[in-house]
């Protein structure tokens, strides 16, 4: 299973550094004859991946800033106070289709997990509820932070529909519009279309790398409860 899995990633990763004439031959080659890095370089440079990766920074680390902030004051809502519809709300929060709902219930599950007396303590000594969260609640919070953050990053890193449908300048395109855009009507660029895809998973992989120790003990204690 595994082979089935790391193959296709294997075999983009080793087009993107062949010739074109190796790709096209019709004598299929498991590892490069030539390693070149010409189409890492026409990809940045000429197919405009420079200007896709910059965009797809600017719009996934904004939409952390605010998936992150409206998941934690939505989950603190769930978690702290009480009202009627509350898990019927949730169940509508799970079903639409945007990432922030997702992430909400999943702070829930991790400020639930806190001991709210330490909140209440901080609010005995003279701080605001506003300044309890920020004081008090938010360094606890730092693996569930991390975990949304990862969460939230990936999903608008990815994210191809509504960059699809609503940017039309070349210039402003994503990375997975931009990797679309390699494929012509008439032919396709498969070295600089490895080299991209290679180009726009690298982020996400050394952020997993970074993150995976919050993130998976995150989404664990993170779950929804009850």
Sequence with gaps: ILVFILFPIYW?????????????????TYW?????????????????????????????????VFIVILSILTGYALARFKFKGKNAFMLVLVNTTFHFPFNSILMRGFISGIDYTIEEAAQIDGCSRLGAIRHVLLPILKPGIATIAAYGFISCWNE??????????????TLPVGLKSLVGEFSIN?????????????????????????L??????????G
Aim: net charge positive; with cysteine.
């Design 12 to 28: 983009c990763l080793v087009t993107s550094f062949k010739p074109s004439a190796e790709i096209t031959s019709k004598n299929v």
């Design 32 to 64: 490069p004859k030539t390693f070149t890095f010409q189409n890492y370089v026409e990809a940045w440079t000429r197919s405009g991946f420079s200007n896709y990766f910059k965009n797809s920074l600017f719009i996934a680390v904004f939409g952390v």
């Design 160 to 173: 191809f529909l509504f960059s699809f449908m609503f940017i039309s300048k070349q210039a402003k395109l």
């Design 190 to 214: 498969y070295g600089q279309l490895a080299a991209g895809a290679i180009i726009a998973v690298v982020p996400t992989l050394i952020l997993f790398s970074y993150v995976q120790k919050n």
């Design 216 to 225: 998976v003990g995150g989404l664990s204690s993170g779950a929804v409860k």
